[in-house]
Nanobody, 121 residues
Framework: QVQLVESGGGLVQPGGSLRLSCAAS????????MGWYRQAPGKQRELLAA???????NYADSVKGRFAISRDNAKNTVYLQMNSLKPEDTAVYYC???????????????WGQGTQVTVSS
């Protein structure tokens, strides 16, 4: 089995920063793309940032210039550095990882359970 555990969420004031972490564990041979998503009440889940195993990144317009995704392949961990946070960033944040369990390299997506980020004074 594969588990993704998120950490780093919480309450922060507008203009502040948070760093989210998501560590994958279990039956992992290699992890390909990883990403961060968020979902606010009444809205669809939104892709925020994605990163390939080699480190290439893509960002949604809503967070471009404020958020940065990174990863540590040795730790099977993906990070999301969030700066200049705004109230509209309030949401549940989810990480996703494409995981192959063996040398056949058949990748399947796994999700974390989500962590709440609240931006409020």
């Amino acid at each position: 089995q594969v588990q993704l555990v998120e950490s780093g969420g919480g309450l922060v004031q507008p203009g502040g920063s948070l760093r989210l972490s998501c560590a994958a564990s279990g039956s992992i041979f290699v992890i390909n793309d990883m990403g961060w998503y968020r979902q606010a009440p009444g809205k669809q889940r939104e892709l925020l940032a994605a990163i390939t195993r080699g480190g290439s990144t893509n960002y949604a317009d809503s967070v471009k210039g404020r958020f940065a995704i990174s990863r540590d392949n040795a730790k099977n961990t993906v990070y999301l550095q969030m700066n200049s946070l705004k109230p509209e960033d309030t949401a549940v944040y989810y990480c996703k990882a494409a995981v192959a369990k063996n040398v056949l390299l058949s990748f399947h997506d796994y999700w974390g359970q989500g962590t709440q980020v609240t931006v409020s004074s």
